[in-house]
Structure formats: structure tokens, C-alpha cells
């Protein structure tokens, strides 16, 4: 198996299985609703752990949930706390709704004050961090390959707001003392406060998983500050921290094409409730891991197309002998263990479709979370009953009666299709 390291420009061998592979993937910061884009690392990780696994690895996926934080307080001061736990509940559910299942461990940040300050405090005892008026620092100059990750130059990068309790502008925080307005704090030998950003994100991948894993992945745009600091904090106690870091790439917006179909609410639960989870599952399936695509009405509308154009062939086709995973494994492979080249995999799934390969093409797709295209959706028994008045009808040759029927099916929020297997019509949800 072989995943592409964007910034290093190299390829890495995991262990062969059944050797373990742990992956820790960045989740969202929670003070609103999970924009769509906070989806795809949580997409990719589902995806790469079920992969992984059906190759023969022992894949762990853990996802962190960021519940203190700076932007947290801003949203609502005096009641973090609630406001934190409202929107973790809120992204549970979005995810799960996208049928995937969850992943091995959610750990979140206020779960995990012990092990940030023991975390914190050996850097301390190192050296390699400083406590000042309540705050504590990680020192920037420790690390002579801080940067080495995002390919940023130390000497060039600069502090965006000036703090005259930093020895250097490029230190960061691990501990920040607690403020007016700040209503969730812990004690500490630095004094009452909270922990910074990244500083949370080491002890939580450290505590499920050790001082060195596998692969970390999150969106590019962690890829400075967050897992830049990450690295250089964890590195500075001698851990190797991740081997591998998978960062994929950025959804891209224009709110013009965007605004008629989500009234600009680019929120994972308002794209899941207008355009469905099998449209959002494919959108993602349609492009690589690791490069930018765009998010449109276009990209959605043909997405949804090839959702369709796959229910269509199980709705019409007629199922051969069971194929077994193990015959067309080996095509699927070869795309997937070459940098999880999901676009080369959906291509591979039209050419199992034009084969008419259903029993492979059914258990391909289920990898994906897109097994239900190729299911025919449970009616409700009241249209399943129209449905079947519609089926007598035609075969009395009553047309408008027919007709009529379909119509109140339509109005019912289904559509039948006539087919030539028993019983003659398939109901699907109207899109």
C-alpha cells in the first residue's frame, strides 16, 4: 500500500499486513454547525480505515473533537461549555448521517486535560517551553527543522499579533492563562487556564496511539501552524510522531453557482438534507484525496447524475452469479494502493457497470457507503399499495386510472418505474 506525501514529494510503504495502521485525522473545531468541508478528512479517513482493513491491516481511525478553543469562547462568551457540547452533538449526527459509521475513538480536548499538562510539563523540564504570567510557550529556536513540514522558512515567518511575553514572535502557546469571559478553565502548575490549539492535538494522537503512528492526516490548510507545531512538540520529546502525513485538498466555493440550491448554507447537514447522502458520498469519490475541487451546483448535479446512472442499471438490470470479492479485487487494488486514486476507482466501477458486472459493482460500491444504490428502497406500505393499484390498472389496460395513480405516487414523494422482472415496477425516492 503506498499513500503520496504532498509536502515531501515521496511515496512510503506502510508495514505489510497484517501489521497495524494507525491513523489520527484532525477533526472540528465545535462552535457551529460542520461546514462541508470539515467532511472530506472525515470522509477520506473512513474510506482509507475500511481499505486498509479489507487488504488485511489492522487500521485504527482516531478523530479528535476540539471542544476549547478561542473561537468557541467568541461564540458564545460565558457558555463555551454548552455551546461545545451542543455542536459536538450536532457533528455526530451529521456524520453518522452520511452512513459510513464512526471512527475507533472521538477523543475530545476537555477530556484530555491530564494529558496535556503532563504533555506540557516535560517540555517544560526539557527546555523546550517556558511558562510567563500564566501562559506557557514552546520555543521556536529549539527545533533547528521547524518548517520542515510546511517548507515554511523560521527566519521569514512573523508573528500576526505582537506578544511582549514571547522570548521569540514565532513561539507559540501550549497554556494560556485564563481570561475574563472565559467560563471553561483548569487548574495547573502555570496557574488556572487552558491549553492551546496544538499542544491538544499531540496528547490526544499520543495517548491513543503512543509516541510514533503511522499516518496523520487533516486538511491542507492545518499544514501551517497546527501540524507544524504538532510535529516540532512532539519532536522535541524525542518522539517520532506520525510517519506519514495525508493532507488533503481544499473544497472550492463560488457562491454565485452555490446560492440556488443552498441559499449559501454551505453546512454539512444543510448539503445532506438538499442533495442526500449518496450525491455528497459520490461528490467526494469523483475527486482525488489530495487536490482542491470545486463546490458547485455543477459538481453536486453531476454527482447526483452518477448516483443515478448506477440505481439505474440495478433498477433495470438483471443480477448474474455472485463474482465473490476476491476475482476483481486485484483491478480495485491497483488503483487504490497507488495513492487511494478514488477517480480511477469510480472509473473502474463504470467499466464493471458497461460489463455488467452487478454482483462485483454492488460489493465495490458498499466500500464505499454506497451500497444502497444498488437497493431498492423500502416504500412506505401506503405507496407501496398505490403502486400495486397502478399495476392492475395497466394490466386492465385502464390507462387513466394508471396514470392518475403515478401521479399521487410522485405527489407522495416516490417514482415508479416500469421494469420487466416481477413485479413489473420498481418504487425509488423522487429526486
Known amino acids: 500500500m503506498q499513500l503520496y506525501n504532498t509536502l515531501t514529494r515521496r511515496l512510503e510503504e506502510l508495514p505489510a499486513p497484517p501489521g ?46 476540539t471542544d476549547v478553543n478561542d473561537k468557541i469562547y467568541d461564540a458564545a462568551p460565558g457558555a463555551s461549555a454548552e455551546l461545545a457540547a451542543t455542536a459536538t452533538a450536532w457533528y455526530l449526527q451529521d456524520t453518522s448521517d452520511l452512513g459510513l459509521g464512526m471512527p475507533d475513538e472521538l477523543p475530545k480536548a476537555t477530556e484530555s486535560i491530564p494529558e496535556i499538562l503532563r504533555f506540557i510539563e516535560l517540555l517544560v523540564d526539557s527546555g523546550h517551553a517556558y511558562p510567563v504570567d500564566g501562559d506557557v510557550y514552546f520555543r521556536v529556536a ?11 522558512r523560521p527566519d521569514r515567518m512573523e508573528e500576526q499579533e505582537p506578544n511582549p511575553l514571547k522570548e521569540d514572535p514565532r513561539d507559540f502557546a501550549l497554556w494560556k492563562a485564563n481570561k475574563p469571559g472565559e467560563d471553561t478553565a483548569w487548574d495547573s502548575p502555570w496557574g488556572r487556564g487552558r491549553p492551546g490549539w496544538h499542544i491538544e492535538c499531540s496528547a490526544m494522537a499520543e495517548a491513543a496511539f503512543g509516541p510514533v503512528f503511522e499516518i496523520h492526516g487533516g486538511g491542507l490548510d492545518l499544514v501551517f501552524p497546527h501540524h507544524e507545531n504538532e510535529l516540532a512538540q512532539s519532536r522535541a520529546l524525542g518522539h517520532e510522531f506520525a510517519k506519514l502525513w495525508m493532507h488533503n485538498g481544499m473544497l472550492e466555493f463560488s457562491g454565485e453557482k452555490m446560492s440556488k440550491s443552498l441559499g449559501n448554507d454551505v453546512s454539512l447537514r444543510n448539503v445532506l438534507d438538499t442533495w442526500g447522502r449518496e450525491t455528497v458520498l459520490m461528490y467526494f ?5 489530495r487536490k482542491p475541487v470545486d463546490f458547485t451546483d455543477e459538481t453536486l448535479a453531476q454527482s447526483k447524475a452518477q448516483v443515478e446512472t448506477f440505481r439505474n442499471f440495478f433498477l433495470e438490470g438483471e443480477e448474474g452469479e455472485e463474482e465473490g470479492e476476491a476475482i476483481l479485487l486485484d483491478e480495485l487494488a491497483a488503483v487504490l494502493d497507488d495513492d487511494f486514486n478514488t ?13 455488467e458486472e452487478a454482483a462485483s459493482l454492488r460489493w465495490a460500491l458498499g466500500l464505499f457507503g454506497l451500497g444502497s444504490v444498488a437497493e431498492p428502497a423500502a416504500a412506505p406500505p401506503e405507496v407501496a399499495a398505490l403502486a400495486e393499484r397502478r399495476a392492475e390498472a395497466r394490466a386492465a389496460k385502464d390507462w387513466a386510472e394508471a396514470d392518475r395513480l403515478r401521479d399521487e405516487i410522485l405527489a407522495a414523494g416516490w417514482e415508479v418505474r416500469d421494469i420487466a422482472a416481477a413485479p413489473g415496477y420498481r418504487l425509488v425516492p423522487r429526486s
Open 20 to 65: 497495524p495502521v494507525r491513523m489520527y485525522f484532525c477533526g472540528p473545531t465545535v462552535y457551529q454547525r460542520a461546514h462541508i468541508g470539515n467532511a472530506r478528512p472525515f470522509v477520506v479517513g473512513m474510506w482509507l480505515r475500511a481499505w486498509l482493513r479489507l487488504r488485511g491491516y489492522e487500521a485504527t481511525l482516531v478523530h479528535n473533537i
Open 285 to 289: 469519490l469523483s475527486a482525488h484525496w
Open 343 to 355: 477517480p480511477e476507482a469510480l472509473a473502474l466501477f463504470h467499466d464493471w457497470r458497461a460489463r
Open 142 to 152: 529549539r527545533d533547528p527543522d521547524y518548517g520542515r513540514l510546511s517548507g515554511q
